[in-house]
């Protein structure tokens, strides 16, 4: 079984934003595309034209329908992949050593030359979030990007996961939550953010950030001053015509 570091130096993870996700699924392609292309073994897809297509995703978007003690029903995207959790069911039940959590930055790996394909990992982590690549036979789920955030060979601004860097809404931020001055903390701290099923004991250092309250003031109809009547009572000939047809009823 491997033990977990009492104490990480940092705590990388992710925000997401519950109220801007639009559902896109970009962050689950180029999180597909970037794992498939640099990082460790291919993602690999069995049948994926055919009638039943299986494949590896790191990250995957949910949707729901929620309806609110209060209003109308209302459609939430639900992003999710690993949450790198500080005390991480999936590193200690690991029977060889092969999920691990890094001392350095607190993020939950899998070394894929010692995974035997067991599946216990994927039974302890309450969120679903390993995968057995049937291809490769070994478990794989979110790295945050190791070989992005830490490539100097990348411009800074591609120094964040690629899931981050996709995303068109802004919905994704990534940071430091040890450091409370980060973009990461103050948006939690500011935002209401929460645990994903905090009942679990995991204490996962990915936060959501609740969706906003919206708008219930009174409605404006932009187009009220081009329908108010010009005049109450017509003039000049269609004053007289008017007169003239109530003289004929």
């Known amino acids: 079984m491997t033990a977990l570091p009492q104490k990480t130096e940092r705590k990388l993870g992710l925000v997401i934003d519950l109220d801007t996700c639009v559902g896109c699924h970009a962050c689950v392609i180029s999180c597909k595309g970037w794992n498939t292309e640099n990082y460790g073994a291919p993602l690999s897809d069995q049948d994926a034209y055919g009638a039943d297509p299986q494949g590896t995703f790191l990250n995957r978007v949910h949707t729901f329908e929620v309806q609110p003690e ?44 010692s995974c035997i394909g067991c599946g216990l990992c994927a039974w302890a982590c309450p969120y679903g979030a390993r995968e057995l690549d049937k291809a490769a036979g070994v478990m794989k789920k979110c790295t945050l990007c190791v070989d992005r955030i830490y490539n100097e060979n990348l411009p800074e601004e591609d120094r964040e996961p690629a899931c981050v860097r996709t995303c068109p809404a802004g919905a994704r931020h990534f940071g430091d939550f040890a450091d409370e001055t980060s973009a990461v903390s103050q948006l939690v701290a500011e935002r209401g953010g929460f645990d994903l099923m905090p009942e679990m004991g995991t204490k996962p250092v990915n936060k959501y950030l609740p969706p906003r309250p919206k708008d219930t003031g009174t409605e404006i109809d932009i187009l009220a001053p081009f329908l108010t009547p010009i005049a109450v009572e017509p003039k000049g000939f269609l004053g007289w015509l008017d007169k003239t047809l109530e003289k004929l009823v």
Not at 78 to 83: A, E, G, I, T, V
Not at 91 to 111: F, H, M, Q, W
């Open 70 to 113: 209060v209003g109308t029903a209302k459609t939430v995207h639900f992003p999710k992949s690993c949450l790198h959790c500080e005390d991480a069911p999936c590193v200690t039940v690991c029977p060889t050593g092969a999920s691990y959590k890094r001392v350095e930055d607190g993020i939950v790996l899998v070394n894929e030359d």
